[in-house]
């Protein structure tokens, strides 16, 4: 199984996906939603398992071939999430992303080619990018969420704060698990699990700024109070994921993504 | 929750105002003394250190030190470093993580995080409290063996020759070579390249055609593609030992049907480049082929009569008696050809128990993923 079926299997794994998290919204029960989902994923890692036989090596190696597990990942992780806390925006969330993964797959392979650097070729590679994309989006919606209870009542913050609070920790544990696996991966490629490169500064910066969110109730400040952290936070998570490169102390950063 | 009344405003006044106080005391010890040195941390002092601070968990402290373990402290001592962290990530060309205000904080967070486990040992509830002590304690293994520990880390850096054994290494930017407890002797240093690729180049300004988007072709036997309205086919690439690749091409330019064809190379040490001019301005030529993998295959000893061979590539790191020795780098001006390996050797003894706080604290944060953000 060559690249050349991947078209077929993207599309029916996309079909599944959709439908599935459209059952999720519009059927009582989410049995039917939640097979289409599994079936879609079976799919695609039997695309990936095809692809891998026929290669020869796991598919790691060309931004191609990587981006082919962020899509598999997303899905997956955004249902377990799904039927741990039935958000079932996160599934139709997760869904969206990794289409747009598959589309990039389909419109610009890089499916040889890609230079990898030696570096970067680590099983960590994948895991450690994926856990930050599902921690991003989890504390996006976690700031969407702030900005509606402070432009809002007692009413909604009552509703929504817990909503807040679970998004805020179910990111920090992604959060944390990237950065471990980055740590994990640069002490195998590097020799070192932390160098304060710029990138891994600001990936500090962000968590230490969700860890005074999640310790704030300890203070007298109220919890109110506490959600202006959040907005400030995630910009401090854009510099973190968009921003570093063009920051001055960032010359010469390991990490160019 | 929260401390409303009078009392514990004016205690979270003091507790900040001490924290404040230590980190001042940080800054006259910085203009003083100068920046921390991580080697007075070495064994047996980060030992002592450890020891103090595990103290800190079984015995039940007078108040004025408890205190230090409280929640409202963490926000404080976290509100201080993302400070200084933000400094360090805005102004260019600083040394915060060696100076001793942030040496201090750091301190006070291990003792913070102490503290807080102490509290929490001696009323444990494993339903109630096992995210809690897997995240905390686990950080606190994770914060000791990344800042004192480090104290006891060695790194060297030791080139071998093809052929050679090698006992000396030498320290980053001091050319002094000495004696280590391990040695490497290279049995083959190997390396697998990408492909060059051939390009349009703009022969002014160097710049890849078409200009912004620039296109490339892999430069492989019978390998064919456009880049800027021009048809291009590899009719032969020769890349041999000693030699610089290069490959033997013909275009043809679709509008008008003209033809060109002859040799480019991207030349290196060995010889020299080629292009193929279209005219005045533009010109076929050839990137340098990337390195894809570089490995070495070694054979290494300690002091002690241990040998161990196996082979050693990029993200994967050869273990011996306590010294992990990377693939550094090589002869770049040579690539594949290069005859010499260049190795790091890590010494950390302390990596046992940083591995142990970092799968503490991944598995905590899975009881995040489950738990969520309910109150305990
Ligand atoms: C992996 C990072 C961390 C996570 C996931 C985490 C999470 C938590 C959670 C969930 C609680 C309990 C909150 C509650 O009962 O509602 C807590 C309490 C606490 N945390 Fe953290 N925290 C982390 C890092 C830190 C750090 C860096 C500090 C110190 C600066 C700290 C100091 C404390 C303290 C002192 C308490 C209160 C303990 C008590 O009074 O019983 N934590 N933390």
Redesign the pocket.
């Known amino acids: 199984m060559s690249w050349n079926e991947f078209i077929y299997f993207a599309a029916g794994s996309l079909l599944f996906w959709i439908s599935g998290t459209v059952a999720l919204y519009r059927l009582r029960r989410s049995l039917t939603g939640e097979l289409l989902i599994i079936a879609g994923l079976l799919l695609f890692s039997s695309f990936i398992a095809l692809l891998w036989d026929y290669i020869g090596h796991p598919p790691l190696r060309t931004m191609g071939e990587t981006r082919l597990w962020y899509s598999l990942f997303l899905v997956l992780v955004g249902y377990v999430t799904y039927k741990r806390w039935r958000y079932k925006w996160l599934m139709a969330y997760s869904v969206l992303v990794s289409s747009v993964f598959i589309f990039v797959n389909l419109l610009k392979p890089e499916i040889h080619g890609t230079n990898l650097m030696p570096a970067l070729q680590s099983v960590w590679f994948v895991p450690h990018v994926t856990v930050y994309i599902l921690s991003y989006a989890m504390m996006g919606a976690a700031t969407i969420a702030s900005a509606i209870t402070l432009s809002s009542g007692e009413k909604r913050e009552r509703e929504l704060l817990p909503l807040i609070d679970n998004l805020v920790h179910i990111g920090?544990g992604f959060l944390?698990l990237g950065m471990l696996m980055g740590a994990v991966w640069a002490k195998e490629a590097w020799g070192d699990y932390w160098t304060w490169d710029p990138k891994e500064v600001w990936a500090f910066i962000t968590a230490s700024a969700y860890?005074i969110y999640?310790?704030a109730?300890?203070t007298k400040i109220s919890r109110r109070e506490a959600l202006w952290i959040l907005p400030v936070a995630f910009i401090l998570l854009m510099i973190t994921w968009l921003g570093v490169n063009y920051l001055p102390a960032a010359q010469g950063s390991i990490h160019t993504y | 929750m929260g401390g409303q009344g009078k009392g514990k405003q004016e205690t979270a006044l003091v507790e900040i105002i001490i924290i404040s106080a230590v980190t001042i005391a940080g800054l006259a010890l910085q203009f003083v003394i100068g920046p921390l040195d991580f080697g007075i941390l070495a064994f047996p002092v980060n030992l002592v250190l450890g020891l103090l601070l595990l103290l800190l968990i079984p015995f039940k402290f007078p108040k004025s030190i408890r205190r230090f373990?409280?929640?409202r402290?963490?926000v404080t001592?976290?509100a201080i470093v993302t400070l200084m962290a933000i400094y360090m990530g805005v102004v260019p060309g600083n040394d915060v993580k060696h100076s001793w205000p942030f040496a201090l904080i750091y301190l006070m967070?291990m003792v913070?995080?102490a503290l807080?486990v102490g509290?929490?040992v001696r009323k444990f509830n494993l339903k109630r409290d096992h995210?809690?002590m897997l995240?905390?304690l686990g950080?606190l293994l994770l914060l000791f063996s990344a800042g004192p520990g480090s104290g006891d880390m060695q790194r060297w850096f030791m080139t071998v020759a093809e052929g050679a054994t090698e006992w000396r290494g030498e320290r980053a930017g001091v050319n002094e070579p000495v004696e280590l407890p391990v040695a490497i002797s290279l049995i083959d240093f190997s390396m697998e390249e990408y492909p060059p690729k051939i390009a349009i180049v703009n022969k002014s300004t160097g710049e890849s055609q078409p200009s912004g988007k620039p296109v490339f072709i892999e430069s492989t036997d019978g390998n064919s593609g456009i880049i800027a309205g021009w048809s291009i086919q590899i009719d032969s690439f020769i890349y041999r030992p000693m030699m610089a690749p290069s490959a033997f091409i013909s275009a043809k330019r679709v509008s008008d049907g003209e033809m060109i064809s002859g040799r480019v190379s991207c030349g290196n040490i060995f010889q020299q480049f080629a292009i193929l001019d279209i005219d005045d301005r533009f010109c076929f030529a050839m990137t340098h082929p990337e390195p894809q993998k570089f490995s070495s295959q070694v054979k290494v000893y300690t002091k002690e009569g241990e040998e161990r061979t196996g082979i050693i590539e990029v993200n994967r790191p050869l273990t011996i008696a306590g010294w992990k020795i990377y693939q550094y780098s090589y002869d770049t001006r040579r690539g594949r050809d290069s005859e010499i390996s260049v190795f790091e050797l890590v010494y950390d003894p302390w990596i046992i128990l940083a591995y142990i706080g970092i799968g503490m604290?991944m598995i905590?944060?899975l009881t995040?993923l489950i738990k969520g953000g309910k109150?305990?």
């Open positions: 920090f944390v860890l999640m310790h109730h300890y | 373990g409280s929640g402290v963490s001592l976290l967070t913070n995080l807080a509290k929490r995210g809690f995240n905390h950080l604290v905590g944060s995040l109150r305990e």
